[in-house]
């Protein structure tokens, strides 16, 4: 079993950054798929990055602004948010899909491993 702590959320002003923090509680080899994902009320939870083998895919609308990397010896992964905007708001979620050796995936259907999530406001 895999469980997933996030931190890092919090409040920034629009154009500001933020890092999000995702800590695994055991090793997350190279046959997973990580990724973070977003959910704001009223809406469903939707992909934001994804990261597998050393590639990552990115949703369009945060594409040149935010960025996921991953520090597999510490497991950890990270997301980078820069540029932010107020549609950014909501709570997110780290997840894992173990095992996986395919390409990254933005699909929240296909992750068995999720943590509690972290809040993020965006204020204009």
């Known amino acids: 079993q895999v469980q997933l702590v996030e931190s890092g959320g919090g409040s920034a002003q629009a154009g500001g950054s933020l890092r999000l923090s995702c800590a695994a509680t055991r090793n997350i080899d190279s046959r997973a798929c990580m990724g973070w994902f977003r959910q704001a009320p009223g809406k469903e939870r939707e992909g934001v990055a994804s990261?597998?083998?050393?590639?990552?895919e990115y949703a369009d609308s945060v594409k040149g602004r935010f960025t996921i990397s991953q520090d597999s010896a510490k497991k950890m992964l990270y997301l980078h948010m820069t540029r932010v905007k107020a549609e950014d708001t909501g709570m997110y979620y780290c997840a894992a899909r173990v095992p996986w050796i395919g390409r990254p995936l933005l699909s929240p259907k296909l992750y068995n491993h999720w943590g509690q999530g972290t809040q993020v406001t965006v204020s204009s």
């Open positions: 990261i597998s083998r050393g590639s990552a």
